[in-house]
């Protein structure tokens, strides 16, 4: 039976790494920027707003909490941007994100995960931040994703070529 750390981060890896991000950029491909940074409302965030939150909150929760990096997050300046950011620019801090993130996964260990930390005003531990961070990049893909829905009328086709009415169990041994 595999570790629990190693099953732990592969699962980050995929929701975020392998999954989100690359919704998220696909995302992004679809947008004009003006649309990237469209608010409908002083109450809602645009897509823009929401990259940028997302990898200021990865980069307090995980690498900050987990991973040592100085915490120097300005929160409140993720939504205050009103941009015109370049998508690229926001497709490269995703990238970047990844990275940094892929580094502190590699390095992390179970003793690590059991261990608690001080983050965002919150105490955690290292288990409570990893679900935290991926259900927390989730969220937000998902409200990427129904804005670019909404406003292009298209078909993410995330899933593309699974079936996914396929009953049973797969892949598991």
């Given at each position: 039976?595999e570790?629990?750390?190693?099953?732990?981060?592969?699962e980050?890896?995929?929701?975020?790494?392998?999954?989100s991000?690359?919704?998220?950029?696909q995302?992004?491909?679809?947008?004009?920027?003006?649309?990237?940074?469209?608010?409908?409302?002083e109450?809602?965030?645009?897509?823009?707003?929401?990259v940028?939150?997302?990898?200021?909150?990865?980069?307090?929760?995980?690498?900050g909490?987990?991973?040592g990096?100085t915490?120097?997050?300005?929160?409140?300046?993720?939504?205050?941007?009103?941009?015109?950011i370049?998508?690229?620019?926001?497709?490269?801090?995703?990238?970047?994100?990844?990275?940094?993130?892929?580094?502190?996964?590699?390095?992390l260990t179970?003793?690590?995960?059991m261990?608690n930390?001080d983050?965002?005003?919150?105490?955690e531990?290292?288990?409570?931040?990893?679900v935290?961070?991926?259900?927390?990049?989730?969220?937000?893909?998902?409200?990427?994703?129904?804005?670019?829905?909404?406003?292009?009328?298209?078909?993410?086709?995330?899933y593309?070529?699974i079936?996914?009415?396929?009953?049973?169990?797969?892949?598991?041994d």
């Amino acid at each position: 039976m595999e570790d629990f750390c190693v099953l732990m981060t592969r699962e980050v890896r995929r929701r975020m790494i392998a999954e989100s991000i690359p919704r998220i950029k696909q995302c992004l491909a679809e947008l004009t920027v003006e649309e990237v940074w469209y608010r409908p409302n002083e109450n809602s965030n645009s897509v823009g707003n929401l990259v940028l939150h997302l990898c200021g909150n990865v980069r307090q929760w995980l690498l900050g909490g987990l991973g040592g990096y100085t915490d120097n997050r300005r929160r409140q300046q993720e939504f205050d941007e009103r941009g015109p950011i370049p998508t690229s620019v926001l497709v490269r801090h995703l990238d970047e994100l990844a990275e940094e993130v892929e580094k502190v996964l590699a390095r992390l260990t179970t003793e690590r995960l059991m261990q608690n930390v001080d983050v965002q005003g919150f105490k955690e531990n290292g288990v409570g931040v990893l679900v935290h961070v991926v259900e927390h990049f989730s969220y937000h893909t998902g409200q990427i994703t129904y804005y670019v829905k909404w406003r292009k009328n298209i078909n993410t086709n995330y899933y593309g070529g699974i079936n996914l009415d396929a009953v049973g169990r797969v892949g598991f041994d």
